[in-house]
């Protein structure tokens, strides 16, 4: 059984950071490309970044110089390290993964596999 489960979130103040986990288990996702996606409040699920199966990342234009992701494929592990946090950061964070084979990582649908997602809260 495929699961993608968050940890790291929580409560900080605005020019904080903090660091969210995503263990990958039930398959090896070395060749599947990783996301973060974010949803707050009354919004629509949005991309944040993700980091395709070469390790080559990407960011939306709110995470760019910010955020950073990376990943451990010998773990199984993405990591999203995110500094400078603002109040508008504030949202459930979610990972997932999708197959190599489609192509483009910022669209919800081209995702497989989704975690139950990890809640980060900026005060300011």
């Known amino acids: 059984q495929v699961q993608l489960v968050e940890s790291g979130g929580g409560l900080v103040q605005a020019g904080g950071s903090l660091r969210l986990s995503c263990a990958a288990s039930?398959?090896?996702?070395?060749?599947?490309?990783m996301g973060w996606f974010r949803q707050a409040p009354g919004k629509e699920r949005e991309f944040v970044a993700a980091i395709g199966w070469s390790s080559h990342t990407y960011y939306a234009d709110s995470a760019k110089g910010r955020f950073t992701i990376s990943r451990d494929k010998a773990k199984n592990t993405v990591d999203l390290q995110m500094n400078s946090l603002k109040p508008e950061d504030t949202a459930v964070y979610y990972c997932?993964?999708?197959?190599?084979?489609?192509?483009?990582?910022?669209?919800?649908?081209?995702?497989?596999?989704w975690g139950q997602g990890t809640q980060v809260t900026v005060s300011s």
């Open positions: 039930g398959r090896t996702f070395s060749n599947y490309d």
């Open positions: 997932a993964a999708k197959s190599r084979g489609s192509r483009g990582v910022i669209s919800r649908p081209l995702y497989d596999y």
